[in-house]
T-cell receptor, first 110, second 114 residues
Framework: GQSLEQPSEVTAVEGAIVQINCTYQ??????LSWYQQHDGGAPTFLSY????GLEETGRFSSFLSRSDSYGYLLLQELQMKDSASYFC???????????FGQGTELSVKP | DTAVSQTPKYLVTQMGNDKSIKCEQN?????MYWYKQDSKKFLKIMFS???????INETVPNRFSPKSPDKAHLNLHINSLELGDSAVYFC?????????????FGPGTRLLVL
């Protein structure tokens, strides 16, 4: 089967750093993506890792270890607007098929 | 200048009815998708089309029939609606840059079956 595991919820305070982990077990692996979804909104792309290592985009970074079937999203200098659900997603074939994790609800408190 | 648009945004209907959701993208992408997001926010792919050709067809009841009249449009028709079909349906499109494939999602269609 195909499965992705991520924590269901995380709480942090403004200005802090938070890490959302994702472990996966899939048949086929082309890369790990992260999407953000605000309540009532659509998922929006944040980051992609096709190779091992760290990718940095502003306050957000994403890491991948293919040998460990593990990745994480790191959010720095948290802001209230970062309160949202964060999904990891594995691209399992060249056709672009994404398998999504169940999402991590991040609450940022003042 | 909307990238991926869907209509309608909300759809409330009775069990047994037939309904359609339309999706259009103006990004010039070749690949389009339909996803279903349930009440627990689980996002699952249903179908994918590349240049009007069906390339992904997950285990979806055959009451769901996608149609792609051209590569900018992907519609979803649902026959004999059931209570369990209540969900948010997202259309998405993608292009590939090197190894990366970014998917752009529409605003979603909130379907409620009564």
């Amino acid at each position: 089967g195909q499965s992705l595991e991520q924590p269901s919820e995380v709480t942090a305070v403004e200005g802090a750093i938070v890490q959302i982990n994702c472990t996966y077990q899939t048949s086929g692996f082309y890369g790990l993506s992260w999407y953000q979804q605000h309540d009532g909104g659509a998922p929006t792309f944040l980051s992609y890792n096709g190779l091992d290592g760290l990718e940095e985009t502003g306050r957000f970074s994403s890491f991948l270890s293919r040998s460990d079937s593990y990745g994480y999203l790191l959010l720095q200098e948290l802001q209230m607007k970062d309160s949202a659900s964060y999904f990891c997603a594995v691209r399992v074939n060249q056709g672009g098929k994404l398998i999504f994790g169940q999402g991590t609800e991040l609450s940022v408190k003042p | 200048d909307t990238a991926v648009s869907q209509t309608p945004k909300y759809l409330v209907t009775q069990m047994g009815n037939d309904k359609s959701i339309k999706c259009e993208q103006n990004l010039g992408h070749d690949t389009m998708y339909w996803y279903k997001q349930d009440s627990k926010k689980f996002l699952k792919i249903m179908f994918s089309y590349n240049n009007k050709e069906l390339i992904i067809n997950e285990t979806v009841p055959n009451r769901f029939s996608p149609k792609s009249p051209d590569k900018a449009h992907l519609n979803l028709h649902i026959n004999s609606l059931e209570l369990g079909d209540s969900a948010v349906y997202f259309c998405a499109s993608s292009h590939r840059t090197g190894g990366e494939e970014t998917q752009y999602f529409g605003p979603g269609t909130r379907l409620l079956v009564l």
